[in-house]
């Protein structure tokens, strides 16, 4: 008799949900809600360009509405019932931090501060608190330097506690109101728990390892001399918050009597621990050592694991190596880039503009005409070269205050043509983590791609094996996050309630890759090494990298006579 | 009684005659003709996207149709009369080498050679022969470094000596084939005076000395042993070209019967000397010592002179300086930018492209849109920071092969922040053109623009104020080049034919400025300096200028920071 979980997936601008049979994997229904708050779900201040807020309101009609209309879905599966469900596991974007009162409530959803954007959740690629994440590094640096060594050497401020201090800083009013602060991987699996108070929120290791320097090398958050040489608030606030952050397969809980009898759900079935949506996309795309797993849709967030027992050093400019926070027994390595998707929306979006003209399809038609196009070109045959920092660089610099370049152009570039250098732009960034990671011994030997590019994209795919000289296979599923959130529901279930013992087991049953895989053209990867290595020099003379030598008074005639190569080649 | 001149101004595009009033500079006929070969009249080769050259028989239809309709129109003026017209001259882009038979007939026109694109005009924006120009330079300065000196210190792959040897390499029979080569400046005057043999076509010192290397110093062209080290064949050349060039109000002949007969003018009347647009279009917009005129088209170019008894030093990078190429008497100077106007029609018809539903007018409706949103941003605001090399630079740096660049765009960066970018990179060229010729010597305190451009955005002019911190002025007349070339012809004809005695004289009569002008902002200005060193920084590092010390670690964040504070000045 199969079971069923429920993995439900916070993205940035919907929510989607999904139930999965255990036995395979397979999704037997899906609903996906759009947050209905701001522009695409995402709050704005036309004064503020980095700032990026959600309303939590969005998220809890939106569990309602997915979870539902999944459910709903799963009843056209001949095989399914709803007392077959077994746990209901969560992913979410993160850091997203969100002040909750005593009761576990969003300050948000309250009168008094649903109108002041600093008591809405302060959504993963809010950059406003950039200014906090520098002071964060420099003073753990002088009194603290152990604090950063887990995460890559560097504070970011799209973390947790800048954003708080931040808070402090420009809405002090909203900071005394909270009686605590959750990230939102968190928060939703104890609304499902039925928490209903601030202190009885469990959190996840891979957002407290991550993002809130978590570590039992030093009982866990910060020391509080230190959160005081920053203000003496934060001091205050750590007693508020938690002492021990738990790994995923531990219970976050059991399903409320209320959500359950919303859902037709049977009461006190498992919900899984919280877990950032590329912690369970890895989960979900079947991650082992030696599997490098990347998540690419508007960022992108890359995944590995290496046994505990392995001497792993920390790896400068790596955001984050934490135990247990993608798998109990492994450390979980995480690295990114800040924007990938994003990045190519921009371009068609906002410069491209299809005219509205063009019908409601226009976006897509372009992004699609630009594809065709561009892979026509070959390699170096642009002349072009971009940097992919219009969103900063996560990894392997770490730095918000890095902005885009484009370089190489001509009276004669075409859209395409950059559309393809923005693709390459973000390969090279890849390349460089792999590298990083390699460099300090992690083993990266085979890379699986999840994500919506990584699902509907043949060209960036293309680009990514020639890049990187590496063959890309595509996650089975086309919802990794969800059903890393389902599969972990059925190892916390456990097998006696119809799931699994252990990770493994659930990995080998309900995750996979597609036939379909991307291997390098030898000839493309050689340009690429070429063309990588530009990048490079631009990389670390804008990026700040100590002993930089780039040679840039030749670097415009060098990607001129590689575009003249190719334009004699094809001849 | 009113006198008459004709200018006839040829153009990238197209030809333009002009029918001018002496007495007072007012035109009272013009006509323009597109030239119908090619895109739009230039002939391109997909396989040599450096290759831009023109169709000799479009400038002899051009000259007919343009002339018969400008004076077409004169006869609404009622005090005009056909043999009132005393003289007629003509300006052209260059270096514009064509070759021709022994009777003055481009090769182009004979159906033997008119499919071999070597054979047509080879027009200034034509980049095939960087490697001729890099050679011409190495020999030069090896052998006979005089020869650079009044060139700027670099040889151009837009110039004359670097297309015909080009000529000789890829189209050796086009090359035997050509009993002399000439400029379309010297071509066209010739027609116009009826000159059937190569030899007896009449040359200006303008081309010749910017272009030719030709210099009263050395004899006239470059030594004959100089270009047998380039090839044996360029120095067989040198005796079929010319021993000596001569400034404008030299007459360059006399109208022929049979072209008199065609317009219905007098025969014999001056055929002014030919000369480059630029240098007409600054005697059309009253150049004196201290005054620079900016011509802003699709590129710019910049002219001053100074007394040929002034010191001026030769200007390493400006592109030239040459005794009497713009007045007899005085040092005229040259400098330039290879794409301004070409800069911002790329972004808006190879970017930006607007979709043919918005209709034939949607083109000039996205550079209005554009314009206006970017007269709404500060300097700073966008945060971006560009490179006007699209097109390579011209001057101070003289390298074609360099190309653009921009930087500092995030993901909200829109199209007009960038059309704003793109108009502040071409003025922080001008600036630093400014700033090399102060360097040296030339006095500028008196800037005057002409040019599409300089006529129609007021944006633009309002940016070139402010960064180069002095008041934009604006010729009076729309078609300086025509009133220069025409100007030229009412000083060739004299005083006893209704012309005048001197050039002083006639610019006193025929040139003058708008009332209009464009004065710097304080606040803005102080901005720019900042930017301005930014863009140094930037350009000096990819230029390649010696001693360069770019901070480009912190400069992305700089921007940044100007960004964020133009952003907080808002609120």
Redesign the interface.
């Known amino acids: 008799m199969s079971a069923y979980t429920i993995g439900v997936d916070y993205g940035t601008n919907s929510v989607r949900a999904v139930v999965v049979d255990t036995a395979n994997g397979h999704v037997v229904g899906t609903r996906v809600f759009d947050y209905p708050s701001g522009e695409q779900g995402v709050l704005l201040d036309a004064?503020?360009?980095h700032l990026a807020r959600q309303n939590p309101a969005d998220y809890i009609e939106g569990l309602r509405v997915a979870v539902s209309g999944a459910l709903h879905e799963a009843e056209g599966d001949r095989t399914f019932a709803r007392e077959r469900v077994i746990g209901i596991g969560v992913d979410t974007t993160g850091s997203t931090p969100l002040p909750i009162d005593a009761h576990n409530r969003p300050l948000a959803v309250n009168p008094r501060w649903e109108a002041n954007l600093a008591a809405h959740a302060w959504l993963w690629k809010d950059h406003t608190s950039a200014a906090e994440a520098a002071a964060i590094t420099e003073t753990a640096a002088r009194y603290n330097p152990e604090l950063l060594e887990p995460i890559g050497g560097t504070y970011s401020s799209e973390w947790w506690w800048s954003k708080i201090w931040h808070c402090l800083k420009v809405a002090p009013d909203v900071f005394d109101a909270a009686a605590s602060w959750v990230e939102l991987a968190d928060f939703i699996p104890a609304v499902l728990s039925g928490v209903h108070e601030a202190h009885g929120v469990v959190r996840c290791v891979c957002a407290a390892g991550h993002k809130a320097m978590y570590s039992e090398a030093w009982g866990g958050l910060p020391p509080k001399d230190f959160l005081a040489r920053l203000d003496p608030k934060l001091a205050d606030l750590r007693g508020r918050l938690y002492d021990r952050a738990l790994p995923p397969g531990t219970p976050a809980g059991q399903l409320s009597a209320d959500w359950a009898h919303k859902f037709g759900l049977r009461e006190g079935i498992a919900v899984a621990m919280g877990g950032f949506d590329a912690h369970y996309g890895a989960v979900g795309s079947g991650i082992r050592t030696g599997t490098l797993v990347k998540i690419i849709g508007t960022s992108t967030c890359d995944c590995a694991i290496a046994p505990t027992s392995a001497h792993i050093a920390n790896v400068p400019g790596i955001c984050g190596i934490v135990n247990g926070s993608i798998m109990p027994g492994y450390f979980g390595i995480e690295a990114g880039q800040s924007?990938v998707g994003?990045?190519l929306?921009?371009w068609v979006e906002?410069?491209?503009?299809?005219?509205p003209?063009?019908g409601p399809g226009g976006v897509d038609a372009v992004h699609e005409q630009l594809s065709t196009d561009a892979a026509a070109l070959a390699p170096g045959e642009s002349?072009l070269m971009a940097?992919d920092?219009?969103?900063g660089n996560r990894t392997i610099l770490v730095d918000t205050?890095?902005?885009?370049?484009?370089?190489?152009?001509?009276?004669?570039?075409?859209?395409a043509e950059?559309y393809r250098a923005l693709i390459e732009a973000t390969a090279y960034g890849a390349r460089a983590i792999v590298e990083r990671l390699r460099e300090y011994g992690v083993t990266i030997d085979r890379v699986v791609c999840c994500g919506g590019i990584a699902e509907k994209n043949d060209l960036f795919m293309q680009i990514y094996a020639d890049v990187l000289g590496q063959p890309m296979l595509i996650a089975g599923s086309p919802q990794t996050p969800a059903l890393g959130a389902a599969l972990s529901a059925a190892v916390t279930a456990g097998a006696g309630a119809g799931g699994y013992a252990g990770w493994q087991e659930a990995q080998d049953h309900m995750t996979g890759v597609k036939e379909k895989a991307f291997t390098p053209n030898p000839e493309a990867h050689a340009v690429y090494e070429v063309l990588y290595g530009i990048y490079r020099e631009l990389h670390d003379?804008?990026?700040?990298v100590a002993g930089a030598r780039?040679d840039?008074?030749?670097?415009?005639?060098r990607?001129?006579t590689l575009k003249e190569q190719k334009?004699v080649a094809?001849?």
């Not at 003379?541 to 700040?544: C, K, L, N, R, T």
Request: aromatic share 6%; glycine share 12%; net charge positive.
């Open positions: 004064r503020q360009p924007a994003d990045l929306k921009w906002g410069i491209c503009k299809p005219s003209a063009s002349g940097l920092w219009n969103n205050r890095l902005t885009g370049l484009l370089l190489g152009q001509t009276l004669h570039t075409t859209r950059v003379a804008f990026g700040g780039p840039l008074a030749t670097l415009m005639k990607l001129l334009a094809r001849v």
